[in-house]
């Protein structure tokens, strides 16, 4: 009986919430979530302007929300593939998701970056990122993005000495 009694509690006060919520809601703009559906955009290979290697990157959504100007996108890197050097404006944040991988900064710092890891790259820092030699990667990465659509200055290509972390 005591379990009844609780049951129909909370019952009742699920039942109250959504209708305040609905009653909430009413008179407010709605606004609406966007589901961006996994392979709705096509992969592209990354361009041999901006990468080295083998790269495939997936589109996961643009920066159309002027709320949050920021873009992201699913890069995959073969073992030892990797970007060219590049300066974010606005920064960069990674989340690796698969594999194990290496970034490195202009003063020949070379890190290891595992799946599980995420990585913030302010503005203005000079940086690559991809594959170790012997393991592909894939990251997530989210970019901001200025008004004018611009969010990454591409550079020059990183050498095998600087992937392998010497100067």
């Known amino acids: 009986m005591k379990c009844f009694a609780v049951m129909i509690a909370a019952l009742a006060l699920t039942a109250g919430a959504g209708i305040c919520g609905k009653q909430a809601q009413a008179g407010e703009t709605q606004q609406h979530q966007v589901i961006y559906r996994a392979g709705s955009q ?59 991988g ?7 710092r070379v890190e290891e970056v595992r799946a599980g890891d995420a990585l913030w790259c302010p503005p203005g820092v000079k940086h690559w990122h991809g594959a170790s030699p012997t393991s592909s ?8 993005e200025l008004p004018d659509g611009k969010n990454v200055d591409w550079l020059e290509a990183v050498s095998d000495e600087q992937h392998n972390g010497s100067r």
Do not use: N
């Open 42 to 100: 096509a992969a592209f290979k990354g361009s041999d302007k901006f990468f080295t290697g083998k790269v495939s990157v997936q589109p996961l959504f643009g920066s159309k929300q002027p709320q949050a100007p920021f873009g992201a996108g699913a890069v995959t890197f073969e073992p030892g593939a990797r970007s060219h050097w590049h300066v974010h404006p606005l920064g960069q944040h990674l989340i690796v998701t698969r594999g194990v």
């Open 137 to 144: 990667m894939t990251h997530i990465a989210l970019t901001g």
């Open 102 to 108: 290496r970034t490195g900064t202009a003063d020949g």
